[in-house]
C-alpha cells in the first residue's frame, strides 16, 4: 500500500489498510483470552464473544465489497480480474471464517438446530449466485458505456451479451435456490413426487449452469480470467451438482427401503402360512420318533 508506485492513498485504500488491523488486534485479544480458563468463559458469551464476531464481520464485509468493487482496490480491475492473489484470497478467507465464526455464536445463543443437508445445499446454490449475479452487474456498470457504443456483433456487445446472460443465470439460481431451501426448511420429508420434481429441477439446473460455463468463462467471456464470475460459475456448477447428486441418492435409498418393507412383509407372511401347514407333518414325524414300526 505504501509503495511508491502506488502515490498517495484515497479513502478506499486506506479502508484497505486500517480494516484489516482493527481486525488483528481483535481477533488477537480474543485468542489470548481464550487460553486461560478463567476468561474463556467470557468469549464465550454472546454478549462478549458474539457482539465481538458481529462488529468485525460487518466492517470486513464492507472492506470485501471495496476490495472487490472498487476502481481504486490494489486486488482486482475494473472488471473483476484478479491483479493481486494474496489480496484477494485472503479477503474471501478472512470473510468465510469471520461468517462461521458469527453463525456459531447464533445458533448457540438462538438453540437453532441444525438444518437439513438439502436447505444446507439450497443455500450454497443461493449465496454462490448472488455472487454471480453481483459481479456480472458490477462488470455492466463498469463498462456500460462501452456496451451502449457498441455494434452488434463485434466482440464489445458480444462480451456485454454474454455477461448480461450470466447476471440473468446467476439470477435464477437465486430465484430456485430460494425456493427450493425455503420448501425444505417447511418440508424437510416431502412425498416422493415432490422429491422427484426436485430432482428433475436441480437436474436442469445443473445443465444450465454447465451451459453457462462456456458462456462466462470461456474465451472472450466475463470470467475467463480468475476472479469472483469465474470462482462462482463454477461453484454455482458444482453446488447444483451435489444437490442433484443428493436428491437422486434420497430417492434410491426411499425407492430401496419400501422394496424391502414390502418384501419383509411378505416374507413374514409366508412362514407363518407355511408353519401352520407344516404342523401336522411335524407332529407325524414326532410320533414315529416314539413308536418306530419293526418290519420283517
Known amino acids: 500500500a505504501f509503495h511508491k508506485s502506488y502515490g498517495d492513498l484515497d479513502l478506499v485504500q486506506m479502508y484497505m489498510v486500517i480494516c484489516p488491523c482493527i481486525v488483528s488486534i481483535f481477533s488477537l ?12 468463559h467470557i468469549v464465550d458469551t454472546f454478549k462478549v464473544g458474539g457482539i465481538v464476531s458481529f462488529f468485525l464481520l460487518q466492517i470486513w464485509v464492507g472492506n470485501l465489497i471495496l476490495t472487490l468493487h472498487n476502481e481504486s482496490s490494489w486486488a482486482v480491475n475494473e472488471i473483476g480480474e484478479v491483479k493481486m492473489a494474496n489480496l484477494y484470497y485472503f479477503t474471501w478467507a478472512t470473510v468465510l471464517n469471520a461468517g462461521l465464526l458469527m453463525s456459531s455464536y447464533v445458533k448457540k445463543f438462538l438453540n437453532l438446530k441444525q438444518k437439513p443437508m438439502m ?6 446454490v443461493v449465496k454462490i449466485c448472488f455472487v454471480v449475479f453481483g459481479s456480472c452487474c458490477d462488470i455492466l456498470l463498469s463498462v456500460e458505456d462501452q456496451c451502449k457504443a457498441a455494434e ?4 464489445t456487445a458480444t462480451f456485454c451479451e454474454r455477461t448480461s446472460s450470466g447476471a440473468v443465470l446467476g439470477f435464477i439460481g437465486m430465484a430456485i435456490g430460494l425456493l427450493a431451501a425455503i420448501f425444505h426448511y417447511y418440508n424437510p420429508n416431502p412425498p416422493m413426487k415432490t422429491q422427484i420434481g426436485e430432482a428433475v429441477m436441480a437436474g436442469c439446473l445443473t445443465l444450465i449452469f454447465a451451459l453457462g460455463l462456456g458462456l462466462i468463462t470461456g474465451i472472450g467471456g466475463p470470467g475467463q480470467s480468475v476472479g469472483d464470475l469465474y470462482y462462482g460459475s463454477w461453484l454455482a456448477f458444482l453446488a447444483s451438482l451435489g444437490a ?4 437422486y441418492t434420497e430417492i434410491v435409498d426411499r425407492k430401496k427401503y419400501t422394496r424391502d418393507f414390502v418384501c419383509s412383509g411378505s416374507s413374514e407372511d409366508d412362514m407363518d402360512t407355511t408353519e401352520g401347514i ?8 414326532t410320533e414315529m420318533m416314539q413308536h418306530p414300526r419293526v418290519i420283517t
Open 29 to 40: 485479544l480474543m485468542f489470548l483470552l481464550c487460553l486461560a480458563p478463567s476468561t474463556y
Open 119 to 124: 436447505v444446507v445445499l439450497w443455500l450454497a
Open 278 to 285: 407344516g404342523a401336522p407333518y411335524s407332529s407325524m414325524e
Open 152 to 155: 452488434h456483433g463485434d466482440a
Open 244 to 247: 442433484t447428486s443428493s436428491l
